[in-house]
């Protein structure tokens, strides 16, 4: 899963596979969840078996280290490097939880946080 981090704040489909897979079977991630502890979390995609293309459901085993980036849109892991600090490979636990809580000022409608001014509204 540590594998889609990267990817996930640009909204990429990306195709992962365990290892022991063969070439016709794999995830194509449309979504990575991450709790805010930053080590655990889901990948949500379609998965492709032998070809043939199975309900959109949840990746089970996500943790494990088996598993393998396929195809990635050209540039696309230049440009995720460049959200992570310094152009590590891949994020500490500490730009994971700075990402979720970015989502959820996002989600709240960016509400200030404690010190922050509010336009119009002395503190």
């Not at 459901?57 to 996500?62: R, Y």
């Not at 500490?94 to 119009?120: C, I, M, N, W």
């Amino acid at each position: 899963m540590s594998v889609c981090i990267r990817f996930r704040a640009m909204k990429l489909c990306i195709g992962v596979a365990r290892k022991g897979w063969p070439s016709s079977c794999y995830w194509e991630v449309t979504e990575v969840k991450i709790k805010q502890d930053g080590r655990h979390g889901s990948m949500h995609g379609a998965l492709m078996w032998m070809g043939k293309p199975h309900a959109k459901t949840h990746a089970t085993s996500t943790l494990k280290r088996d598993w393998r980036l396929l195809a990635v849109p050209e540039g696309a892991e230049k440009a995720a490097k460049g959200l992570l600090q310094g152009g590590a490979s891949s994020p500490s636990r500490s730009k994971v939880t700075e990402l979720l809580l970015e989502e959820k000022k996002a989600a709240r409608g960016a509400a200030p946080a404690a010190g922050e001014e509010v336009e119009g509204k002395e503190q």
